[in-house]
């Protein structure tokens, strides 16, 4: 079965369109002498869908809002058949679209040129308008950041959105045929078949609950590592690993040349190449991370730095705002990599009873991979362990030094010379760190031996709703651990991510999973 992650929610709810059109001289202006023809194009709502539309995996759809639906502006791209190189473009602003039955919209006649032509559109195009000569099957958008996703391309009321591209074969890359004569005046447009469209972003949403209740409490199956850890709550979490490029239209393929790949899979998604690193991330990615965290060590495993950068997570009260982020498959030999995989960084807060609190309230150590609530209990199974300390009592001059770490200026600066002097993890407040990387649940081909046929990926106008059910390890003390050095080349597999997510994946397409991290 094919992914086909399409925008049902494109115009619910459209009883009026507050899109301001352009006057008649602006339409006169945009246009060249010779236009002899009018068009009318209609663009599909989620009533005039054909009930084929998509397959959308056993989680099925959920409608966008308002806001996620509307169509601020248009711009129709009139292509070369076959080519998809833009002759003629048109932006439409206010007035020139209208409502119609069963929450479609479609332009108003629009005066252009004679011919014949493929149709593309791209709603609230924002800065991303085409010329002619430009080939809308090749144009790719770059420079995204976690801002521009906020600001543009997944703002309230300015979503954008493209032709669906579902890679059926060749006709799915062409745009609606149609033919402009001199016989399609005012009264009588040519049209072309109805353009249906995509949000190009994907939407991640994420909660926390034992019960599937969202209250962030989850259970905490680690007794066998620390029995005093009675329970663990989510604080928050951030996007790993964004995508700095995108293309204007949905690309597939089976074997990716660029990467020396041939998959199993009839079709896998295609993005622009972009430069992957070591785990730290790739070059092009943001949110690698090296934003979460910077990790120092020499070829005989000597640490110099293990500091925790994690700073601005939105506080998880249940109801977290979605992130938005543009499609990525890490098109490599290996199916994904650490350094280029979209997913998530959750930030668990742990209950520790008996915590020393030297490092914050429920703060907990570990060292040699055992876990102790106090440097005392640390101390009395690993008496060399603070052997580096200045004073006969070594225990209690490792303490105060984490006193005085804990009450610095620059408090992970501090921590981490403390944690790399003594090779000890210092959960700070009793914080622990998971990263979660993200497959796509829809995306299944019959064909294929494997097990769990999904491979890891974010598709655009596609929801990943993740749920973490319960965390069955101890997670890390800075995001990603301190190993930085993980082979790029390997498989991304969450063998190191310690809890259970249910994630669905949703007019919006759901992608849906639950997740153990173990």
Not at 50 to 70: F, I, L
Request: hydrophobic share 35%; aromatic share 8%; charged share 20%.
């Amino acid at each position: 079965m094919k992914p086909r992650h399409l925008f049902w929610g494109l115009v619910s709810g459209l009883a009026v369109l507050s899109i301001s059109a352009c006057s008649r001289e602006e339409m006169k202006e945009q246009n060249v002498s010779d236009v002899q023809g009018y068009i009318s194009v209609q663009l599909a709502g989620p009533a005039v869908r054909p009930s084929t539309r998509t397959v959308a995996g056993e989680n099925g759809t959920e409608a966008g809002t308002e806001v996620q639906n509307k169509i601020s502006s248009i711009q129709i791209l009139l292509c070369a058949p076959g080519t998809g190189a833009v002759q003629f473009s048109h932006t439409l602003d206010a007035g020139n679209l209208i409502p119609i039955a069963g929450n479609g919209v479609k332009t108003k006649p629009i005066k252009v040129q004679t011919g014949t032509f493929e149709v593309y559109v791209i709603a609230n195009p924002g800065t991303h308008t085409l010329s002619a000569g430009d080939d809308v099957n090749d144009y790719v958008i770059s420079s995204i950041t976690e801002a521009g996703m906020k600001g543009s391309y997944a703002a309230d009321n300015t979503f954008l959105m493209f032709n669906e591209c579902n890679g059926n074969g060749a006709d799915d890359v062409k745009g609606s045929a149609i033919t402009i004569t001199e016989a399609n005046g005012l009264e009588n447009p040519a049209t072309c078949n109805v353009i249906k469209l995509d949000r190009l972003a994907a939407q991640i949403r994420s909660q926390a609950s034992a019960d599937g209740g969202g209250d962030g409490k989850v259970t905490a199956n680690v007794g066998s590592q620390l029995p005093s850890l009675t329970s663990a709550t989510l604080v928050g979490f951030r996007l790993l690993n964004g995508a700095t490029k995108t293309n204007l239209q949905q690309h597939w393929t089976k074997a990716v040349s660029e990467q020396g790949a041939t998959f199993e899979w009839d079709n896998v998604l295609v993005t622009p190449v972009m430069s992957y690193g070591t785990n730290a991330g790739g070059s092009e990615f943001y949110n690698a991370l090296t934003d979460f965290r910077s990790v120092v060590k020499n070829d005989s495993e000597v640490y110099s730095e293990a500091k925790d950068l994690y700073a601005s997570i939105p506080a998880y009260n249940g109801e977290t705002g979605a992130i938005f982020c543009m499609e990525n498959h890490p098109s490599t030999t290996e199916i994904a990599r650490y350094g280029n995989t979209t997913g998530l960084i959750y930030q668990f807060k742990a209950t520790v009873t008996g915590s020393d609190n030297l490092a914050g309230e429920n703060s907990f150590y570990c060292y040699n991979n055992e876990y102790f609530a106090t440097l005392a209990a640390l101390a009395a199974k690993y008496p060399q362990a603070f052997a580096a300390a200045i004073g006969d009592d070594k225990l209690a001059a490792a303490s105060a030094e984490l006193t005085t770490a804990m009450a610095s200026s620059d408090v992970e600066k501090s921590l981490s010379d403390f944690r790399v002097k003594y090779n000890i993890m210092v959960y700070k407040n009793g914080i622990m760190y998971y990263t979660w990387f993200i497959k796509d649940k829809n995306y299944i081909d019959s064909s294929i031996s494997e097990t769990d046929k999904s491979y890891y990926s974010v598709m655009r106008n596609t929801i990943y709703d993740l749920t973490v059910k319960s965390l069955s390890r101890i997670g890390t003390d800075i995001p990603g651990g301190w190993n930085p050095n993980v082979d790029p080349d390997d498989p991304v597999v969450n063998k190191d991510v310690y809890m259970v997510v249910e994630a669905k994946v949703n007019d919006w397409v759901l992608s849906t999973e639950d997740i153990v991290l173990e």
